[in-house]
Each structure stands twice: as structure tokens, then as C-alpha cells.
């Protein structure tokens, strides 16, 4: 072992002992854990999106070798999109960070060990605190590490080390969807179960590429045995509007007042459920009288379609049995997405496609375990999706938890973006970010790197020292990665499943739930968490907190339990209920208000804040480039044969048209400028964008000096998908 760690482990005025850090499975230092058969296979989900897929690991003399997609489990059915099949290779890459580095009083990072690295943490923060406040100390996570880890750091931070602001990085992918949800059902519960994209006989894809963003989900539609009406709602044409039979390309951001429009068909036609709405609903007649101006005429003037589009759009939805709705991004990162997750919902609740199979509104996650964030990571809310402003909510978790109720704070944390606004205005002055990359990512690049700029202190924990945000910190934290720790991840259709041990993390890399372990050590909060040894220990802790919730899944004994069943869906309150292979939400008619009830939730449409103009003519439009590509790029860019599968520089997206007139070619380089930033690519011409669009991939970190910090007003989810630009050639 690294003498240096080695000291660690002895330190004498403190009882950091091997026994610290060690977990069954899950070290973080030596070897692989040794109840593994050195030459054998073992399962376990991938770690980049929220499909969840489960890949077989095949190991020799004890090291992960390779891999293939697992033909038995009910997610992927023996199928695996590039960055699974890649899944091991980027682990064992070279920018890898294996020791802390600290900044030093010359600016230079020089690696030091983790005494001196905890030392550090804890010194800086805790004088912040003492400085400006309690809370002027906050954290950003992410909905890329496991549940118990991300369980540890938000009851660590905020029990703990009495921190108030913590959010994660599913505050830019799924906040709208959460919000959409617990206003509509009464819970954050997407209702759905994969193999309704098998049984419907109409899949309408809102803001959703399916092709490229969950290319197994799109694999189960390709499976649909009933000749399914496709219909995808999409500015763009997509690689899943090529596939669509219907591909409704609508000017963007119009895409609420298409679906009141549609509503306001429907039921002018009686083509709705009127047993459904009268049994299982309330605002029905509230939302009816609302929709009746959204004639053809404002709708057809909103969204640049013709009538007949939007009509036979509507009689789709009609003459299906069991009629699917789902949508990603394009709804989600909107300036009124939460509105417009809700106008989806109403079209599902009032046509009675609810419950059944085939059917349901449902919102499709991205990150792997975005789901397991939205209830477990203590963020938005209290563990087991309670509610930090509920006595009784706080009660039992504290009661769960073994500490003092007080502990547990009675406000919810500040949204990201009011967390970056914290840190301009100066309240907040120490940030740790764990496992996300918001100098790449977060919306208008250069006003955020000014923001991160002002901290005191910034903390990052990765796997990597050179993401954008990694290289401005003042202390890099080296964590392991997928493969190389153990945990359960929920996929998009609530499916918990395991993740193992099968490679060595490199150097003095820890686990993410070993570095929150020497954080409570040194923070000097241990006791408080005396029973959280290993994630087996969390896992159970969060079964406890999920009792009596719609997410209870008390009925799942242990990892060895998921893996025996294929993963589980929540709910889970029953063991031997475990068998069911797939679980879909509602089948009863009960929502999860105390009435039982869904509500049809709406509001004005909201203008765009920044339309074309004069000076900034085109609609910039992102969103994902291929199925290869994994959001910031940080793990997919150290795989050859990814990067062999797309583009290595930024391109833009051009309607040849417009390209004519802007005397720009194929291949040319262009100028794409918003009032924000400026940003050189390479030009492709195409018709997928329409005439006044440009569309450029969000993996290029440029792509975000564009964007407009503009949010969502009930979710805090900013609005990625439309900005005015101008592109000149070069
Ligand atoms: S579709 Fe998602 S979960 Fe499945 S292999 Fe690809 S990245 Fe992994």
C-alpha cells in the first residue's frame, strides 16, 4: 500500500483505522473484494443513462476483461447501446485523477494525501462558516452516483456539517418532470413500465429523440408488435422524426399551446373519457372552459403548422386504444416546461390512456440514477420523498436515523440557479461539487465561470482533475468510478437494480461513500453515522425511510434479492410481489392526493424572453448529438471507439436555404453569436433544422456560451432549447 496512505491509516489523534473505509465490496483501495470468484461473470446496470440496462461483467485472474449485454434481463433484453458496450474501457484512461490535489499558496495543484486533503476541507469550510454564516457553505451533486452515496452526502451535509443548500445536477434534466408529477398525481412518480412501449398502438414522443438519447427504449418501440402510429413533436427532424409516421415540426417552444389546442379538439368532439375524468379527476370543466380559445387560428399562428396537422394529430390520439405519451428534454428544458409536462398529462388523463397497458403520461429520465436523486439524495426533498417543511415528515426520518429531529432542516435548499445567484451576491462563498461539471453544462457559460470564480473555496469530486469545472478548483477529491464501487441505481421506470465492484479504482482514489466517510470523521460527525459502514447499510436505512411512501420498497430484502429478480420497480412492499418483471403506476385509478385524485393542472403559455430579432435573427436550438456521446464527454472521450462515432469539433446545424443566402457551404466554418458569447463551428447543411433554426449539440462545452439563463418559473430548470443567435461565415 502507498506509504503516504499508509500514514493516514496510523494517524494517532484520530481512529481513521482500515476499518473506516471498509466496506464488503467496496474498498476503494486493494484488491477486488475477495468473495468475488476471480474468474466469472457478474451483473450489473450500466452507469451513463436512465434506461438502466443490465451488462454482464466477465472477469479473469480477478479483472473486469469485458463485457455483453445481459439477454436475460427485463430492461435490455440482451441489448446495449456504444457507451454500454464501452463501459469498462473509460474507467482505465489516463486523465484519471488518482490522488487529492490541493491548490497551493502559488496557485499550483500539488497532490497531497487525504489527511491533508480532509484537513483542508474541513479547515476552509468550517472558517467560512464562521465567517459568513452556516449556510453560506453549499454543495452541488448529481444523479450519477449511487443511491446510498448520494443518501450519505445529503444527510452528511445537511445534518451533519449543518449546511441548508444543496442541489443536484437532475435540477437541469428532471426538475420539471418532478414538479409536473407531484401537482398532477399528488407524488413524483412516472407511471409507466418499458413494455408499454411494446403495447400501444400509439406512441406520441414530445421533445423526445428516442433514437439517439435512449436508443435501447427506442429498440423496445421497434419491438411494438401493432404497427404503431409514431408520432414525434419535434422542431427538428430527428433521427426519431425520420422513423415517425408523423413528424410534427412546430416552431419552438409553441408546443403548449399545441397541446391545449389539442385538448380543446378533443373535446369538441366528445373524443375523451368522460367515466375516466368523473371517477379518477378534479378541474376538468375548469381546464374545458380554459382551452376553448385555442382555436385553429392560435394555434395554427403559434406553431407553424397547418390545420390538418393539428387535426389529425388529435384524431390519432382518438382512434388509439392505448395511446402513450412521453417526453424528455424538449419539454423539460423549456421557460414553461412544467406547464407543458402538465398539458401532456391532461391529454393522458382526459382520453382515459391512465393506468393501463400501453398507456400513461410519461416522463423519460437521463441520467442513471436521476431517479434515485429525485428521492433519495435530500435535496429537493427529505429522504424517501418526504417533505423538509412536514414536523411529522422530519420526525420520522430523524426517528429512522437515530438524530436529533433539530438536526433535520424545516426549509427546502435554494434551486441551483438561486445557489449560483448566492454565490454573486457573496452569501455563499464555499461550494462542493460532486460528480457533475457545471463549468461545462450550466446555462450561459461565461456568466457562470464568473460565479464559480468569486468562491472562496470550490471543492470537486470526480473522476477526473481536467473537467472544465475540475480545473478551476482549489481542491480536487479523486473518485472512483461505475465498475469500481457497489450501490443501486433507479432507472426511468423506478427500477432498482445493483452496480458491483468488478475493476480496481486507480492510485488513492475512494469510493464517493468512503470520501463522505472521511468527511464525517474529520467534520468530527462520525457518531452520527456510526450505522452507515457500507451501502448494504444505507440500502436498508432508505428501505426504512420509503415505508408507508408511494416509493416503498420495503418488500426488497438486499442487492443479492434485486439481482435475483432482475431489478425491482418500486412499488415494493411485499417480497414475494417481487416476481412481477413489470409494474406500472395507477392500474387502480388512486393518485397519490389525499382524494385519490388527479388534476388537471394549466396557465397562460409564457412568451419566449429572447424571440429573433433584428440583430439575433435564427432560433438556436441543442439537445444530444449520438447515441455515443454522454453529456460533458468527460468518460465517453477517453473511449477510442466512441470517439470514432461522432464528430471530434462543434458543428451547427444549417437549413441549406438559409445557408444559400448567408453564402455559407458545407464544412465552412461559422460564426454563431448570441448577445451572450461567440462561438466558431463547423457548418452542416440539412433540412432536418427548419428555415431560422440552427441546432448545435449540447457536448461541446461552447455550446452553453450561448445559452440564456433563463429558468422555469415552478421548477428552477433552465431553458437550453431556444436562444437568438445570428452565424455569419467565417
Ligand atoms: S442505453 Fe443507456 S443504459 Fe443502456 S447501454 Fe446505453 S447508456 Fe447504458
Redesign the pocket.
Known sequence: MNNTFTSLLHRSDGPLTCELLREPGNFGLGQVPVQMKPDATTDMV?G??S???SLRIHRRDGAATSLTPNTEYPV?LGM??P??WEALTVLDSPDRATTPLLRDETGRRVPVDWDRAMQAFTERFKTIQAEHGQHSVAFLGTGQIATEEMAFLGALTKFGMGLLHGDGNTRQCMATSVVAYKQAFGFDAPPYTYSDFEESDVIVLIGSNLCIT???MWERVMRNPHSPEIVVVDPRLTETGVNATQHVALSPKSDLTLLYGIARILIENGWIDTDYITAHTNGFDEFAEYVIQFTDDCVTAETGLLRSQIHRLAATIHHGKRVSFWWTMGVNQSHQGVRTAQAIINLALMTGNMGRPGTGANSITGQ?NAMGSRLFSNTTSLLGGHDFTNAQHREKIAGILGIDPELVPRRNSLPYHKIMEGILSGRIRGLWVVCTNPAHSWINQSQCRDILERLDFLVVQDMYANTETAQMADLILPAAGWGEKEGTFVNSERRIAVIRKVAQAPGLVLSDFNIFKLVAHYWGCADMFEHWQSPQDVFQLLKKCSAGQPCDFTGVEDYEFLNLHGGVQWPCRDATAADLQERRLFEDGRYYHSDGRARFVFEDPRPLTERPNDNFPFILLTGRGTASQWHTQTRTRNSAVLRKLYPKDIFVEINPGDARQLQIGPDDKAVVESQRGRVLARAVLTHAVQPGQVFIPMHYQAANQLTDAVFDPHSGQPSYKACAVRIARN
Open positions: 450500466c451513463y443513462c434506461t438502466g440496462c435490455n446495449a447501446c457507451k454500454g435512449h436508443p435501447i442513471c
